[in-house]
């Protein structure tokens, strides 16, 4: 038993950090400051996109993102069952109708096949968001030559800064309108919360602006205090102090993607013997690792969660379907409209991997593991 529970995900803080942070604190600028732009230009840049606006989490992203889209009653948007519920909430703030496409069973991302199909059968959807699950980018490329160009494309990458897509960074904007970022405390890096939105486009860039601090901008006005509220937007606003966390984290996510990377072939490998099916990654992908999510009989599910639980091992599982949650299921939806999904969903555990995960932390994860499974199927 370790002296203290395992988590499946943790921050990585350091010294540099916390003078980061320490540093705002002792400054002028504890909100509205210049580190805001800069970490917006630091995540650009590192992404090869134009443009970035940060703001309080991944949620605000998301939903700006579908404003500034043009998202509004009467139109639909697409999106991946197997995800946070955020993901599709973001229709419902505008409005909107939420609606799925199917998982691919191996990489657990939107289905192209799926898709394709549902296309067939549907009308296409203002908005399309696939989900990079446990940090994997979905097949773009295919994704972007399947939608027709009216459909806007947000890439929720919540889970998969410093991840590549045909050798391109993740947030590029390559195959997509728009891509957002979560800093939460169990993602890649973090700004304790926040999120961001990066586009290569200028219109969809000046309203996500205006979007994320109440509908404001600033006038040509002789008057130096005039501002005007052009439209309805939000205090969705990061303060100085996580953007400054946010950039401090910046200068090691590729050690932290190559850590990720490492602890994930390590798992290969020690569970290659067990009666579980690891994660897969396409060719075309480099995944940040996010999440490790291993799949075992959904019968003995629930008393191997149980038993690395009760041995120091805080598994979590990753994701409950959106559509068979009880808001979902109010708005039509129904049990086995997304199989793979829901297949997918009854046997998954997420292992714990993070920055800080040590190799004895992970011999005893799959020691552990090794024995629920035994004592599961006695």
């Known amino acids: 038993m370790p002296h203290k529970k395992i988590p499946y995900g943790h921050q990585y803080i350091d010294d540099d950090d916390i003078q980061a942070v320490t540093a705002v604190l002792q400054s002028d600028w504890l909100t509205q400051g210049p580190l805001i732009e800069q970490f917006e230009e630091a995540v650009a840049a590192y992404c090869h996109a134009k443009y970035a606006v940060c703001v309080n989490s991944a949620t605000s992203a998301l939903h700006i993102a579908c404003k500034a889209a043009g998202l509004s009653p009467g139109h639909t948007l697409w999106t991946s069952p197997n995800t946070f519920v955020a993901s599709a909430n973001c229709a419902c703030y505008c409005g909107a109708d939420p609606d799925f496409v199917d998982i691919d069973p191996e990489t657990y991302n939107l289905s192209p096949f799926a898709l394709e199909r549902k296309l067939t059968q549907s009308k296409p959807p203002k908005v399309l968001i696939p989900v990079h699950f446990a940090g994997q980018s979905c097949d773009m490329q295919i994704i972007r030559h399947l939608m027709p160009e009216r459909t806007v494309i947000i890439e929720d990458a919540s889970h998969a800064i410093g991840g590549k897509y045909q050798g391109n960074p993740i947030g590029c904007c390559q195959y997509s309108d728009m891509t957002v970022f979560s800093f939460h405390p169990v993602k890649i890096i973090t700004s304790a919360e926040g999120g961001m939105v990066l586009t290569n486009n200028k219109e969809y860039y000046e309203k996500l602006k205006q979007y994320r601090s109440h509908g404001i901008i600033k006038t040509s006005s002789p008057d130096p205090w005039m501002y005007e ?78 038993y690395l639980h009760e ?68």
């Open 311 to 378: 041995h120091g091992i805080g598994v979590n599982v990753h994701y409950i379907p959106v559509h068979t949650q009880p808001y979902y299921q109010q708005r039509g939806f129904q049990i086995g409209q997304y199989p793979n999904a829901e297949t997918y969903y009854a046997g998954a555990i997420t292992l714990p991997l993070y920055c800080g995960l040590s190799d004895a932390e992970q011999n005893y994860i799959v020691s552990t593991l090794k024995t629920g499974l035994e004592l599961a199927q006695i």
């Open 229 to 306: 509220q052009i439209e309805l937007g939000w205090n969705y606003r990061m303060p100085d102090i996580l953007a400054a966390l946010g950039l401090s984290q910046l200068q090691k996510i590729d050690m932290f993607v190559k850590e990720r990377n490492r602890l994930a072939r390590r798992y290969h490998v020690l569970l290659s013997s067990l009666p579980v099916i690891c994660p897969s990654v396409s060719k075309d992908t480099y995944s940040s690792w996010h999440l490790y999510v291993i799949w075992v009989d959904p019968s003995i599910r629930r008393s191997l969660y149980d």
